[in-house]
């Protein structure tokens, strides 16, 4: 099931070496420090820092949310994405809350708490709180804030790569465009329907700054790769579409911060639309329902079952971006919030059907009584 | 003054509002330089260039990046070639633009245009009338004008709606429909309101878009045999003004409800039901309803003239209910 990694190949396609892959069992590469973000005052150490701090804070929550799950206390499924926070914590930490866009996916929690998205929408979502940001009216990963440039997804697997090239078709009507970048997150199953090819080839014609993170975690549900696609990697779909395409190992924070980050300064610098293809594997079920016991042992054994965030850790240690004292602190805050927001979710009011106005329209003279 | 048709008056609608209001935008496949597969755009493109955009032939994508749009405070109308091909959309426009309001609060006002309904000659693919499709689903506006004033005016009030509105305008009328005004202030009526366009004692025919039409010249023929028939335009389907009709039942006890669509459910069986659950102590007898024949719109002008409800169905089925 290992997909060859290569090296960079000739036309629009270029493969990221993945130099990283044994990063576990050997001395890590000296790490440049000067800033790759867009952000010039931030240094590249600290965007490694923020980006993993997310992953940690991700990680601590979805644990948590699993917990609650076998305990009864969720409203509806949970679908988390251990093993994926790297790649989405990469993606969120190189948008900026308010001004960019991120059209947030199933796995993407790492993601969204590094855009900006407090973890209370989760618990309240979760947990079922009327405060949450659907109001109960729509659950789980379902949430967003639209106006803050976090579009709420649906369900049908590749509709928000189209949502996210509008709303940057909208800032550049509005002659509001410059710098803004919109990255949306995919998977391997969102890359098989029609609405992610109309989606990514409308947004290529009218070159958009959209940068399309397909994570290929292996399985869509049950289905593994081979009976989704049969092209080499799905990097190969960029030449198809006139775009740049960039392969990372997403089981590496190093090295998908790297691609991500190029993949976003590029379209933010008018380079127009760019597919990142980040490998790895799912380190749960579909949904906290499903225990995954299809997942053969010879791809959790192999180093795309490797777990991101040990990987990180190891990173950062040995570039000394991070010392285990403040590891330890990194993740006694993150059980701190997680828990304080999970503790005030609870307390919350759940919805009341007898005072939720039922309302469709944002004309209320349009409701029927019927 | 000039006439104006039915197409005149959707081409005129859409160059007031991007001529008032900057936050309007044309996308669509051929609407550009070429104007639309039926000139509703035509030299749209040369007085807005950045404003009216050629879309690849990608329905799904359309509507996506019309909600996409809306959302950053944008007012897309987005114009589906044919009616028949919105159904490569409808996941973004009842799952995308349906919910959106209800599940985030934040509205996606887009408008999407429909040419809808059949020509001869059209075939399957060409023809279909979707409204009844769209109607089921919560937190869309399907409007159906029958008139050259109701074009203009209900697609200006479309793009003013917070809300997604399916604009279903009928390709039958686009020239054959004509007025010497664009638009009628005394006549103006809001979304959600329906018309009695004839009044009459005998019985009531509700309908909406072409249907109007034809129900009109049988009410006509009807008015030779000495009936006074009442017709309804009921404008916008969704929301359905259902105290119109009820109250024009109550005028004449007897009810036809006339679509162009396929005849299983939809928006005759609507009017049929809410007539029975209001009104039924009103009915003087069965509601009936008209629709189209339960196959594909047929090619050849012969077979879709007898699938369509025409003047002479029609007028066939008001003798009918006024046998009851």
Redesign the interface.
């Known amino acids: 099931m290992q997909r060859e990694f290569r090296d960079a190949s000739s036309g629009p396609v270029k493969h990221v070496a993945n130099r990283l892959l044994h990063a576990l069992n050997q001395d890590v590469p000296q790490v440049e420090r000067e800033s790759k973000s867009t952000d010039m005052s931030e240094t590249w150490e600290d965007h490694l820092r923020r980006t993993f701090r997310s992953m940690i804070t991700a990680r601590t929550l979805e644990s948590k949310l699993a917990s609650l799950y076998k305990a009864g206390k969720i409203v509806g499924g949970v679908y988390i994405g251990p093993g994926q926070e790297a790649v989405s914590a990469s993606i969120g930490s190189c948008l900026t809350w308010n001004r960019d866009i991120f059209g947030a996916l199933i796995r993407d929690q790492g993601g969204r708490t590094a855009f900006g998205e407090p973890i209370l929408d989760a618990t309240r979502s979760y947990l079922g709180s009327v405060k949450g940001?659907?109001?109960g009216?729509?659950g789980n990963i379902?949430r967003?804030?639209?106006?803050q440039g976090l579009?709420?997804m649906?369900?049908?697997l590749g509709?928000?790569?189209?949502?996210?090239?509008?709303?940057?078709?909208?800032?550049r009507?509005?002659g509001r465009l410059d710098g803004i970048v919109g990255a949306v997150s995919v998977g391997d199953g969102a890359s098989s329907t029609?609405?992610f090819h109309?989606?990514i080839?409308?947004a290529a014609?009218e070159r958009l700054p959209l940068v399309v993170v397909l994570t290929n975690n292996q399985f869509a549900y049950s289905t593994p790769t081979d009976r989704q696609f049969r092209c080499r990697s799905l990097v190969d779909r960029a030449i198809g579409y006139g775009i740049p395409g960039y392969e990372v190992d997403g089981t590496d924070l190093l090295a998908s911060l790297e691609v991500i980050s190029k993949a976003v300064t590029e379209a933010r610098q008018g380079g127009g639309p760019q597919l990142v293809v980040a490998n790895l594997l799912r380190l749960s079920g579909h949904g906290e329902h499903d225990d995954g016991s299809y997942v053969p042992d010879e791809i959790r054994n192999s180093a795309l079952g490797r777990d991101c965030m040990e990987v990180a850790e190891h990173q950062l240690l040995q570039a000394g971006f991070v010392t285990e004292a403040e590891l330890e602190s990194w993740k006694n805050e993150a059980a701190e919030q997680v828990q304080a927001a999970v503790a005030q979710a609870q307390q919350e009011p759940s919805p009341d059907p007898y005072t939720d106005d039922w309302?469709?329209?944002?004309?209320p003279?349009?409701?029927?009584d019927? | 003054m000039e006439e104006v048709t039915y197409i005149d008056a959707i081409r005129e609608a859409q160059h007031d509002l991007l001529a008032s209001d900057e936050r309007v935008f044309i996308y669509g496949q051929d609407v550009g330089d070429f104007g639309g597969a039926f000139k509703a755009t035509q030299g749209l493109k040369s007085l807005y260039p950045d404003r009216v955009i050629d879309s690849p032939i990608s329905e799904d994508a359309m509507i996506g990046l019309a909600v996409g749009a809306s959302i950053e405070g944008m007012r897309p109308i987005v114009e589906m070639q044919f009616a028949d091909f919105s159904s490569v959309g409808f996941n973004q426009i009842v799952n995308q633009a349906g919910t959106q309001f209800y599940r985030t609060g934040v509205p996606a006002p887009i408008t999407v245009r429909l040419p809808s309904g059949g020509t001869p000659g059209s075939g399957p693919f060409h023809s279909q009338m979707m409204e009844s499709v769209y109607a089921y689903y919560p937190g869309l506006v399907i409007v159906t004008p029958a008139t050259v004033a109701d074009a203009y005016s209900m697609l200006v009030d479309a793009v003013a709606l917070d809300d997604p509105v399916l604009y279903c305008e009928h390709k039958f009328l686009y020239r054959w429909l004509k007025s010497d005004r664009l638009s009628d202030d005394d006549e103006k009526l809001p979304i959600g309101q329906a018309r009695i366009v004839r009044a009459g004692k005998h019985a009531t025919v509700v309908a909406y878009s072409a249907m109007v039409h034809e129900a009109l010249r049988a009410a006509d023929l009807l008015a030779e045999e000495g009936w006074e028939i009442e017709v309804v335009d009921l404008r916008s389907v969704k929301p359905l003004d259902t105290d119109t009709i009820v109250a024009s039942v109550a005028r004449t006890g007897r009810l036809l409800a006339v679509g162009e669509a396929f005849p299983w459910g939809g928006v005759t069986s609507e009017i049929v039901s809410r007539v029975t659950n209001d009104g039924f102590h009103l009915l003087d007898a069965p509601p009936q309803r008209l629709n189209s024949r339960d196959t594909p719109v047929p090619y050849h002008p012969n077979l879709w003239e007898a699938h369509r409800p025409t003047l002479e169905s029609i007028a066939a089925a008001i003798r009918n209910l006024l046998r009851l």
């Open positions: 940001p659907s109001k009216r729509d379902h967003g804030h639209p106006a579009p709420a649906i369900s049908h509709a928000m790569v189209s949502v996210v090239a509008g709303m940057l078709l909208a800032r009507l509005q029609g609405s109309e989606g080839n409308l014609v309302s469709v329209y944002a004309s003279e349009l409701a029927e019927c």
